[in-house]
T-cell receptor, first 113, second 112 residues
Framework: DQQVKQNSPSLSVQEGRISILNCDYTNSMFDYFLWYKKYPAEGPTFLISISSIKDKNEDGRFTVFLNKSAKHLSLHIVPSQPGDSAVYFCAASMDNYGQNFVFGPGTRLSVLP | KAGVTQTPRYLIKTRGQQVTLSCSPISGHRSVSWYQQTPGQGLQFLFEYFSETQRNKGNFPGRFSGRQFSNSRSEMNVSTLELGDSALYLC???????????FGQGTRLTVV
């Protein structure tokens, strides 16, 4: 029973355009969400987070949107660059404290030059 | 500033053996978590240690255990290895816990 879902296993986008990666969750107790990206042969790298008291958080080219009523979050990358090609994981936690994150299966983003 | 260091990077073990993996967190980080990544199950949380105490535990059998030392370094042990334990084991450290975690490169364990 997947509590965090990323229904698109892969996504291809042209360089310079917007990439939108989606994540859905089923547990309404989740209150903290993160996005990680992972290159082959490396550990995941933290990108951006959002707590359930917000509906948007921006950091440079990366913006995360949270829709609590729909139990949905999305990561927007604008503009997309070839170096953004990686696997992106969405993660969620219900703890106020602690690293017990539930990860989604990941979406492989390919940014085409 | 040095990142999270995991050793060894690769391991091959035989079914029934036990294995110990090591993780050195970023200096000053007190929380260390372990995850298992497999193609079929994705990234799954094993456990978290904070100030030498296990603070959270995922749904893994008791064959998976860990500990944390006073310098925050952590070890993970798997006993009576099974073929299904073949995976990439990732360690992550953070300041307090519910904050972004920094991952190491992982230890690739193959059980034959």
């Amino acid at each position: 029973d997947q509590q965090v879902k990323q229904n698109s296993p892969s996504l291809s986008v042209q360089e310079g355009r917007i990439s939108i990666l989606n994540c859905d969750y089923t547990n309404s107790m989740f209150d903290y969400f993160l996005w990680y990206k992972k290159y082959p042969a490396e550990g995941p790298t933290f990108l951006i987070s959002i707590s359930s008291i917000k509906d948007k958080n921006e950091d440079g080219r990366f913006t995360v949107f949270l829709n609590k009523s729909a139990k949905h979050l999305s990561l927007h990358i604008v503009p997309s660059q070839p170096g953004d090609s990686a696997v992106y994981f969405c993660a969620a936690s219900m703890d106020n404290y602690g690293q017990n994150f539930v990860f989604g299966p990941g979406t492989r983003l390919s940014v085409l030059p | 500033k040095a990142g999270v260091t995991q050793t060894p990077r690769y391991l091959i073990k035989t079914r029934g053996q036990q294995v110990t993996l090591s993780c050195s967190p970023i200096s000053g980080h007190r929380s260390v978590s372990w995850y298992q990544q497999t193609p079929g199950q994705g990234l799954q949380f094993l456990f978290e240690y904070f100030s030498e105490t296990q603070r959270n535990k995922g749904n893994f059998p008791g064959r998976f255990s860990g500990r944390q030392f006073s310098n925050s370094r952590s070890e993970m042990n798997v006993s009576t290895l099974e073929l299904g334990d073949s995976a990439l084991y990732l360690c992550a450290s953070s300041w307090t816990g519910q904050a972004e975690a920094f991952f190491g490169q992982g230890t690739r364990l193959t059980v034959v």
